[in-house]
């Protein structure tokens, strides 16, 4: 597979072909209920190698493995809170020490995705998370899991 640097104006005109190593690197992250104002939102960092993705933000630590079918990321995610802050219950309806998150999102280009994060407790589904990943930097020497 070659792999091209896509512009906004090649989007329309060539067929996104991705794999689990063109995600490679370090994205950003900014998630919040579908509907609300931007300063409503929150935002983490994503490290996506192989096929694991590992981040989180002053709250919560995620970690888990991803499949990608096509144009469409899917990811399960084991979610761990370290911060002692009550502004997540909001967004993922839980205060709980972990959780599971189910990650699916679109490849809008290589170096964006935009989806939905749903949050199941006891086999109640809760609203969906709107989400959006943004690469920030290519894997590099420095990005590396170890």
């Given at each position: 597979?070659?792999?091209?640097?896509?512009?906004?104006?090649?989007?329309?005109?060539?067929?996104?072909?991705?794999?689990?190593?063109?995600?490679?690197?370090?994205?950003?992250?900014?998630?919040?209920?579908?509907?609300?104002?931007?300063?409503?939102?929150?935002?983490?960092?994503?490290?996506?190698?192989?096929?694991?993705?590992?981040?989180?933000?002053?709250?919560?630590?995620?970690?888990?493995?991803?499949?990608?079918?096509?144009?469409?990321?899917?990811?399960?995610?084991?979610?761990?809170?370290?911060?002692?802050?009550?502004?997540?219950?909001g967004v993922f309806g839980t205060l709980a020490p972990m959780f599971q998150l189910d990650v699916v999102a679109d490849a809008i280009t290589a170096d964006l995705f935009e989806g939905r994060i749903v949050h199941?407790?006891?086999?109640?589904?809760?609203?969906?998370?709107?989400?959006?990943?943004?690469?920030?930097?290519?894997?590099?020497?420095?990005?590396?899991?170890?």
């Amino acid at each position: 597979m070659i792999r091209q640097n896509l512009s906004r104006y090649d989007v329309d005109a060539m067929p996104l072909m991705l794999d689990g190593a063109a995600l490679a690197g370090l994205w950003t992250l900014r998630f919040g209920l579908f509907g609300c104002r931007d300063d409503e939102t929150h935002g983490g960092v994503l490290h996506v190698e192989g096929d694991r993705m590992a981040g989180g933000d002053g709250q919560l630590i995620f970690h888990g493995r991803f499949t990608l079918d096509g144009t469409t990321l899917t990811a399960s995610l084991s979610v761990v809170r370290h911060g002692s802050g009550t502004g997540y219950a909001g967004v993922f309806g839980t205060l709980a020490p972990m959780f599971q998150l189910d990650v699916v999102a679109d490849a809008i280009t290589a170096d964006l995705f935009e989806g939905r994060i749903v949050h199941r407790a006891g086999g109640e589904a809760r609203p969906e998370i709107r989400v959006v990943m943004r690469r920030f930097e290519p894997m590099s020497d420095r990005s590396q899991i170890i």
